[in-house]
């Protein structure tokens, strides 16, 4: 509250220093200037005059005249020097205390008002968004920073001890001198400490310029010891693996029951990712805490106890009576709580995973303490859910071409699952995001096609959990469901409106394909930019902090799913990229010489096309409608400085009218290429040039980045599962045949391994307790109490999740069944106290949901309850000895893919566990079959294979199988290939057949060759 009354102050001041001053002397002495230009005789009579009063006067308001000028001059290149944020040019001579005064004034309106942002150039070409306070108005890009709290170190470098703090937004020298040296007016010795000191950015504080401070400069407080805060300073401290809130008091306060100084201090700091500390058992590695100076914590901690020890039996009492007047349907619930809380200790618990204030909590670390100790840092703390969602995408998909051409026994390595940690980042994901938006863009383009319009030049979008909003570079009309706003360049979709179906898209190419994401702005909305409109995008940053974000543009952009086609090369970025993703979009160079002559000779080529299509851009070229080419934009990524010559051709290139499809992200400090960059101050703050969005960068350090290749990597190999790989050796025989040699056909041998009786008969299911199928689409069979049909969706998850997941902490809990949200207080133990009445007890009164048990409050069922997937594993175990009935019986609870019809926002939890039983269920189908491939029992091996490709559909090993056991019968064999080709056919990529595969269709009298 204070800085902004001082800001008002400062512009009422400002505001009389430029208009009072001409208005008084014009007032009091009247216009200055003659009519005319004064003779010699009027210049000797002014000078031989005895009214010296008058000549006097005369002076004096001439120099007013004067002093006024250059204080306007002062204000007028002291705004012009913030909008661009720049430093200010020393003007000469006397001007400097106006310049000085101007620059006082103007930090302090600045200050108070969020600004430096807030003076940012604003054409009408680029206008900056407007506030959305109702929907028709157009909503407001953000430009609000994020605060950094003073942190006190000793400053060695200047050979001292005094207290070095870091600038927050919004500070000046004038505050700064009055928070630490008492006086306002002693900010001149702050300056002089402070003169020619190298700051992160590059830049120095000068003196004379003492407007110019930038978050995140360290400033040293002359005559202030590091070692003799005032009482109400607190130290801030990095939560490190082990670390809890007793421990940390214990370590810096001399006592363990003091946490909670330590927790009420630390709320309010946002941490890595956007989370708050809302919990004192609940902290993360990297997150930063304040420990309250030991003699302002000492008198709280005693007036603390002194509170505690008369309240306590008043609190007893409290919760007595509110026991009592609990209702009988919460009761459960408040047993829950008792329970967990009489397990729980009274100090706070060990590091454990963060409940989010308004995102997704980070998952359980299963990192090692070792592997702690070497790295602080918060998985996946900048990544947001555009990225998590694109990153989980490209490695599903590799994974899924990789299972369904792997051969039985052997199995896709954990490093490419367990290393992503990717439950936590499913956490993070939105599973909708990457479709929703794809479609919404194609929707634009086919409605503005059939409408025989052209589509706005977009310069960013942002998404919002209500809409996603476009801001295109200027006005331009959108049809339904697209929402005008007060400014006819801003479009809002809602996310829940009607979008184009499949078919009208299906040939649509995508209108945006250089869309990417570059962070979040303050409310936590997406922001994302096109580059192919920008051109050229500088990050502005230290080495250290411009590789990470660096990265995630690359990674974003190379596993986009809204892009169609897309090149992209890197220099001195992710050059392991190029052989771990394998998709042919991004190559690696090592040096920009490399590139710039293709570019050039691209720019020529790509010129003269457009100028004889009458395109002023690529962009534009492919969105028309006689388009015959996609113009598949290239983005060039640099991450080394440049020279002279490779700024002046890159510059041509980007520059170029008509505009090709080319765009260059460059984090050479030294070099724009265009007029949008982004100045990072760390790798929570950020800023966006020229519009002045503050936002958190989105980023990926050394250990995110080198978990996305690992994933990426080892989701392309395979591994053998046990000792016993028993068909390897047959199949590697097979697999080196010459291609299209026809293999033995097998004939009915008239006896089988199983009988039909046995193929086709049920498996009997218990009828005395609740069964939990998941081979197939989830069901809860036999619970014996009531339910609400409207919570049989989440009840029947969370009873397959304590199933599956027994004894889960209650962090994980709540984050895997509430991913992306932070749940009530309540939500939870109300949720598992429907589940326990619907599941009902056993006949002598034991509920099938046990209370909470553990220090953690983990939840388990009683043995009664069973699945058929705890049945399918104990067989599938033994494989290769468990008798042909058994396997059957084991196929027979195959009834589909397992957790099928989960839907896009239940079950993310079980993505791993999906993987992991699919592959089990294939194994032991092949299994099978081969078994009866080897007796001639063709019938037993088809329904095997069949049952098998009901949770995989495409798994080539098992139509392999089916090919074998119908190559006897030719019509059969011809209708098994039709029912591939449809297979092949139903997929929206590409699949190219094994060549064994292929060769098995040629096994009959009658070949029937599959269309590829």
């Keep these: ?176 001198a009055q928070q630490h040296l008492g006086s306002g007016q002693r900010w001149k010795e702050i300056v002089d400490a402070n003169a020619g000191r190298p700051q992160a950015d590059g830049h120095t504080l000068e003196a004379g310029k003492a407007d110019m401070l930038e978050p995140g400069w360290k400033l040293t407080i002359p005559g202030v010891p590091a070692s003799q805060q005032h009482a109400d300073t607190a130290e801030t401290i990095t939560v490190r693996a082990g670390d ?199 929707t634009l383009a086919a409605l503005q096609l059939h409408a025989n319009e052209t589509l706005p030049d977009v310069r960013l979008a942002r998404l919002t959990d209500k809409h996603l909003e476009l801001y295109a570079a200027a006005a331009h009309r959108l049809p339904e469901p697209f929402e005008a706003t007060d400014d006819p360049a801003v479009w809002l979709l809602p996310r829940t409106a009607n979008l184009a179906d499949n078919e009208t898209i299906a040939d649509i190419v995508a209108p945006y394909p250089a869309l990417v994401t570059i962070g979040n702005d303050h409310e936590d909305n997406q922001i994302l930019v096109d580059l192919e409109y920008l051109a050229a995008l500088g990050i502005h940053a230290g080495a250290k902090t411009s590789m990470p974000v660096m990265r995630a543009l690359t990674v974003s952009l190379a596993t986009s799913q809204w892009a169609d086609d897309l090149a992209i090369t890197t220099v001195g970025v992710c050059p392991e990229l190029e052989g771990a993703l394998g998709s042919g979009r991004i190559s690696y160079r090592e040096t920009v010489a490399e590139l710039l002559d293709d570019l050039e000779a691209k720019l020529a080529r790509d010129q003269e096309v457009l100028t004889e299509l009458g395109q002023d851009s690529a962009q534009h070229a492919r969105q028309a409608p006689d388009a015959s080419d996609v113009w ?93 790989d028993t068909d390897e050796d047959r199949d590697d025989e097979a697999d080196t045949q010459p291609p299209l040699r026809p293999l033995p056909i097998i004939q009915p041998t008239g006896s089988g391994i199983l009988t039909t009786q046995q193929r086709d008969s049920e498996v009997e299911q218990s009828s005395t307790h609740p069964h939990i199928q998941i081979l197939g689409p989830v069901e809860i069979l036999g619970a014996k109490g009531p339910l609400e049909e409207k919570r049989l969706a989440e009840l029947t998850e969370t009873a397959a999740y304590i199933h599956l997941c027994p004894g889960k902490a209650v962090t994980d809990f709540q984050a895997d069944l509430w991913p992306n949200k932070r749940p009530g207080k309540n939500s939870r133990p109300e949720r598992v106290s429907r589940l326990r009445r619907w599941l009902g007890e056993t006949t002598d009164g034991t509920k099938y949901l046990p209370r909470a048990a553990g220090a953690d409050g983990g939840y388990t069922l009683t043995e009664d309850i069973t699945s058929d997937w705890a049945r399918f594993q104990e067989i599938a175990q033994r494989r290769t000895d468990a008798s042909n009935e058994e396997l059957a019986e084991a196929l027979k609870l195959v009834r589909g893919r397992p957790f099928e019809d989960a839907g896009h926002t239940r079950y993310r939890w079980a993505t791993l566990l999906q993987f992991r039983m699919t592959e089990a269920i294939l194994d032991l189908a092949h299994e099978l079959a081969q078994r009866a491939l080897d007796a001639g029992d063709t019938d037993t091996a088809l329904w095997a294979t069949e049952r098998g490709l009901r949770a995989e559909s495409l798994y080539e090993q098992l139509w392999q199988d089916r090919l074998r056991a119908a190559a006897h019968d030719p019509e059969l064999h011809r209708r098994i290939t039709g029912e591939l080709e449809a297979q092949i056919e139903g997929l929206d990529e590409g699949y190219d057949l094994e060549q064994k595969t292929e060769d098995l269709m040629y096994t009959t009298p009658t070949p029937h060759r599959i269309a590829i």
Excluded: C
């Design 1 to 176: 509250m204070i800085k902004p009354v001082k800001a008002l102050a400062a512009l009422l001041v400002l505001i009389a220093l430029i208009v009072g001053i001409p208005a008084g002397l014009l007032v009091f002495y009247g216009n200055p200037i003659p009519d005319s230009l004064p003779t010699g005789s009027d210049v000797t009579t002014l000078l031989t005059s005895s009214d010296t009063i008058g000549f006097f006067i005369f002076l004096l308001v001439w120099a007013g005249w004067i002093a006024w000028l250059t204080f306007v001059l002062s204000v007028i290149v002291e705004i012009i020097a913030r909008a661009r944020h720049l430093s200010a040019p020393q003007l000469p001579g006397f001007m400097r205390a106006q310049q000085g005064a101007a620059a006082l004034l103007i930090t302090a309106i600045a200050g108070g008002i969020g600004a430096p942002a807030a003076l940012a150039d604003t054409t009408p070409a680029e206008p900056a968004p407007v506030v959305q306070s109702v929907e028709t108005e157009a909503p407001a890009m953000p430009t609000e920073q994020p605060s950094t709290d003073h942190q006190s170190t000793s400053h060695d470098s200047h050979g001292s001890n005094d207290l070095e703090i870091t600038v927050r937004p919004g500070d000046t020298v004038w505050d700064l």
């Design 244 to 442: 809890s809130l007793s421990s940390l008091a214990q370590d810096h306060l001399g006592d363990s029951g003091r946490w909670k100084e330590i927790y009420e201090a630390s709320t309010s700091i946002e941490q890595p990712g956007g989370y708050r500390l809302s919990d004192p058992n609940q902290i993360s590695v990297g997150w930063k805490l304040r420990v309250p100076a030991q003699e302002h914590a000492a008198t709280a901690h005693h007036e603390e106890k002194a509170e505690k020890s008369a309240s306590q039996t008043r609190q007893q009492a409290d919760r007595k009576d509110e026991e009592r007047e609990t209702s009988a349907d919460t009761a459960p619930v408040a047993a829950d709580d008792a329970e967990q809380a009489a397990a729980a200790k009274d100090a706070p618990a060990q590091e454990t995973p963060p409940v989010p204030a308004d995102s997704a909590a980070p998952a359980q670390d299963t990192t090692t303490a070792t592997d702690e100790e070497n790295s602080i840092s918060v998985p996946w703390a900048g990544v947001g859910a555009i990225l998590a969602a694109s990153i989980l995408s490209a490695v599903a998909a590799h994974r899924l071409r990789t299972s369904r051409k792997r051969r039985a026994g052997r199995r896709i390595p954990e490093a490419a699952t367990v290393d992503l940690d990717e439950v936590r980042l499913a956490r993070i994901e939105e599973p909708n995001v990457l479709a929703f938006v794809d479609r919404a863009l194609r």
């Design 632 to 724: 598949a934009p290239e983005i060039i990524i640099i991450g080394a400085d440049l020279s002279i010559t490779e700024k002046s051709r890159l510059q041509k290139i980007v520059g170029a009218r008509p505009q090709i499809a080319v765009a260059v992200i460059s984090s050479d400090q030294h070099t724009d290429l265009s007029e949008w960059r982004m100045h990072i101050e760390s790798l929570e703050a950020a800023r966006l040039e020229p519009i002045g969005l503050e936002l958190s960068p989105q980023h990926l350090d050394d250990e995110d980045y080198e978990r996305v290749l690992r994933a990426l990597t080892n989701a392309q190999t395979t591994e053998a599962a046990g000792a016993k």
